[in-house]
């Protein structure tokens, strides 16, 4: 069963400039959600989608945003990318389930750096 | 809100040591407790995880208890090996499911 795949891989943009990463979820796997890693805040969530909907958000500036697609691939765009934005950003699939019984599983994440 | 602290670290030991991450967590309800591990270079893997209070997750020697009553999640290791070197997450996810929060991560250095 193919895992999370995350594309590119590596990315390196200037300042102002706008990025879109790419996730495709587990087969079957209907939620995607994304995260932010740096070396000072650690991992943050970002957003979660659902059916197509974003059905949790964190604590992010507009500039950040994201869709999902019926086939449940997922996308998020950086617009007017700042020097703070290079990160590791993560994209994980899970389930709906209820009860807590749920996990995620993670890609290999895009490392962006903003020149 | 939800948030999980855990141990800072690196934490340097020696082949076959015994290992002790803490994790500590707040949260309204009953979370889902899990430990994911991050090699260089890579997304995160599942390392084990703990749905409700007194239960017991545990994979490749690995161990952690969810004791509600001291809002815990230890992570133990009887053993360690050079391979465990990673950096150790503490997670717990809410009422909304699919939201995670993590600790601050943990290095873990095992030298030969």
């Known amino acids: 069963k193919a895992g999370v795949t995350q594309t590119p891989r590596y990315l390196i943009k200037t300042r102002g400039q706008q990025v879109t990463l790419s996730c495709s979820p587990i087969?079957?796997?209907?939620?995607v959600s994304w995260y932010q890693q740096t070396p000072g805040q650690g991992l943050q969530f970002l957003f979660e989608?659902?059916?197509?909907?974003?059905?949790n958000k964190g604590n992010f500036p507009g500039r950040f945003s994201g869709r999902q697609f019926s086939n449940s691939r997922s996308e998020m765009n950086v617009s007017t990318l700042e020097l703070g934005d290079s990160a590791l950003y993560l994209c994980?699939?899970?389930?709906?389930?209820?009860?807590?019984?749920?996990?995620?599983?993670f890609g290999q994440g895009t490392r962006l750096t903003v020149v | 809100g939800d948030s999980v602290t855990q141990m800072e670290g690196p934490v340097t030991l020696s082949e076959e040591a015994f290992l002790t991450i803490n994790c500590t967590y707040t949260a309204t309800g009953y979370p889902s407790l899990f430990w994911y591990v991050q090699y260089p270079g890579e997304g995160l893997q599942l390392l084990l995880k703990a749905t409700k209070a007194d239960d017991k997750g545990s994979n490749k020697g690995f161990e952690a208890t969810y004791r509600k009553e001291t809002t815990s999640f230890h992570l133990e290791k009887g053993s360690v090996q050079v391979s465990d070197s990673a950096v150790y997450f503490c997670?717990?996810?809410?009422?909304?499911?699919?939201?995670?929060?993590f600790g601050s991560g943990t290095k873990l250095n095992v030298k030969p």
């Open positions: 994980a699939s899970s389930w709906d389930a209820v009860g807590g019984e749920t996990e995620a599983f």
């Open positions: 997670a717990l996810s809410g009422y909304n499911f699919n939201k995670f929060y």
């Open positions: 989608y659902f059916s197509e909907t974003q059905r």
């Open positions: 087969s079957g796997h209907r939620s």
